[in-house]
């Protein structure tokens, strides 16, 4: 039996086929410029993808007013920072 498990397990355990960097997804690094055109916007779904679009981000992380946030950088995350009228105020990426 304990040689059956050990079997499985070692069928279950392959590399994968790229090597996952922490924070990175491949083909995706955010880069701000040309966000100027969000502020004010609200919050919204569509405002997001839009956003995700512009600046070629993996990951979108909304900032409303009062939110914690970690401060660990992601190179292929874009931060959009909500006022207390959930409009942006902010868009910076990491």
Not at 34 to 61: K, Y
Not at 70 to 84: E, Q
Request: hydrophobic share 40%; glycine share 10%; proline share 6%.
């Amino acid at each position: 039996m304990r040689k059956l498990l050990l079997i499985a397990l070692a069928a279950c355990a392959t590399a994968p086929a790229e090597p996952v960097v922490h924070g990175e997804t491949p083909g995706h690094t955010c880069t701000a410029d040309n966000t100027d055109q969000f502020i004010g916007q609200g919050g919204t779904s569509e405002s997001g993808a839009a956003i995700l679009r512009a600046t070629h981000a993996a990951v979108l992380r909304w900032a409303p007013p009062g939110y914690m946030m970690t401060m660990d950088f992601r190179a292929d995350r874009v931060t959009v920072t909500l006022g207390p009228d959930y409009k942006i105020t902010r868009i910076n990426c990491g």
